[in-house]
């Protein structure tokens, strides 16, 4: 059974910075499309950042320059590192896993079924 567990959110203020991860079982996090999503309160879902099988990334125009993804094979862990974060950052986090080989693996994929719960991450002016 995958399982996906998020970590590292909390409360920051404008300008701070917050590391989360996403401990993965079940699977290898090698091979996979692997992202992050984040949803604000009345807002849809915003894919965030993606890293696909070869290890290139995708950031979202809105983080760009700011946030950086990236994974711990040994650790089976996928990290969103935020940096310069915005009151606009402000939304629960959550990473998912997309194991089929062909598909898409950007921010603007589904999810699917194999994502965690979700982190909050609360951004102060």
């Known amino acids: 059974q995958v399982k996906l567990v998020e970590s590292g959110g909390g409360s920051a203020q404008a300008g701070d910075s917050l590391t989360l991860s996403c401990t993965v079982s079940g699977d290898s996090i090698t091979d996979r499309c692997l992202a992050w999503f984040r949803q604000a309160p009345g807002k849809e879902r915003e894919g965030v950042a993606t890293l696909d099988r070869a290890n290139r990334t995708i950031i979202a125009q809105s983080v760009r320059g700011r946030f950086t993804i990236s994974r711990d094979v040994a650790k089976s862990t996928l990290t969103l590192q935020m940096n310069s974060l915005k009151p606009q950052d402000t939304g629960v986090y959550y990473c998912?896993?997309?194991?089929?080989?062909?598909?898409?693996?950007?921010?603007?994929?589904?999810?699917?079924?194999?994502r965690g719960q979700g982190t909050q991450v609360i951004v102060s002016s």
């Open positions: 998912a896993l997309e194991p089929a080989p062909f598909a898409l693996c950007h921010p603007k994929m589904d999810p699917g079924p194999f």
